[in-house]
Each structure stands twice: as C-alpha cells, then as structure tokens.
C-alpha cells in the first residue's frame, strides 16, 4: 500500500518562501512520476508541478513558472516544491501525487486522473 505524507505548510507573508516535502512509503520514490496539485474550496483540484520518473524533466503552470520548483531526492524517497516570492493567490491546500508509469516511459503527467495515489494535504496561507 502505497502511502504519501506531505509537509512543510503554513502562514507566511506574501513575498516569502516556503518548502513543501511528500514522503513515500510502501514503495520507493524511484519507481513514480510525481505531481503537486492545490485546491481552494469551492474549485476543482488545479495543476502546479510535475517530474518525470527517470529523467528529472519537470513542467509548471503558468501561474508558478519561475517561482516554484520541484525536486526530488530518491535516495531519501522524498518530494519537494519550493516555493519562493509567494503570493496571496497562492492560498491553497497542496497535495502531492504519485503515478506509476508504463515501462520506459519518460513522461510528466498534469491531469489529476492520470494520478493513482495522493496525499492528505497540506495547507498553505500566503497573507497580503
């Protein structure tokens, strides 16, 4: 059973930084491609980062592009978005998501149903 914990939210003020982590359990990091997602109440669960299984090549949405990046250290089955220069549209729960690819495949993924594993969340608060 494949279990993701994500962490490292919270208050900051607009123009700050925060560091989101998502552990993997059940299985290694190495074997998935990974995604950040966020979600406001009241709208459907939006796309922010993707990296590829393999190959580290990693896709934004045009609303995080140049402030937010993904990363993520195998060795530590461990997922991270940094997320610098916040803003307060930025307020949103995160959830990571893990998608076991098919064989060989290099792709990133930024569709929530291409995702068969998520995380709790965490909330993020970006105050103006």
């Known amino acids: 059973q494949v279990h993701l914990v994500e962490s490292g939210g919270g208050l900051v003020q607009a123009g700050g930084s925060l560091r989101l982590s998502c552990s993997i359990s059940g299985d290694t990091l190495s074997n998935y491609a990974m995604g950040w997602f966020r979600r406001t109440p009241g709208t459907e669960r939006e796309f922010v980062a993707a990296?590829?299984?393999?190959?580290?090549?990693?896709t934004y949405a045009y609303s995080v592009k140049g402030r937010f990046t993904i990363s993520r250290d195998n060795a530590e089955n461990t997922l991270f978005l940094q997320m610098d220069n916040l803003k307060p549209e930025d307020t949103s729960v995160y959830y990571c998501?893990?998608?076991?690819?098919?064989?060989?495949?290099?792709?990133?993924?930024?569709?929530?149903?291409?995702?068969?594993?998520w995380g709790q969340g965490t909330q993020v608060t970006v105050s103006s």
């Open positions: 990296i590829t299984r393999t190959t580290g090549e990693t």
């Open positions: 998501a893990a998608k076991l690819p098919r064989y060989g495949s290099t792709s990133y993924y930024t569709r929530p149903n291409d995702y068969g594993y």
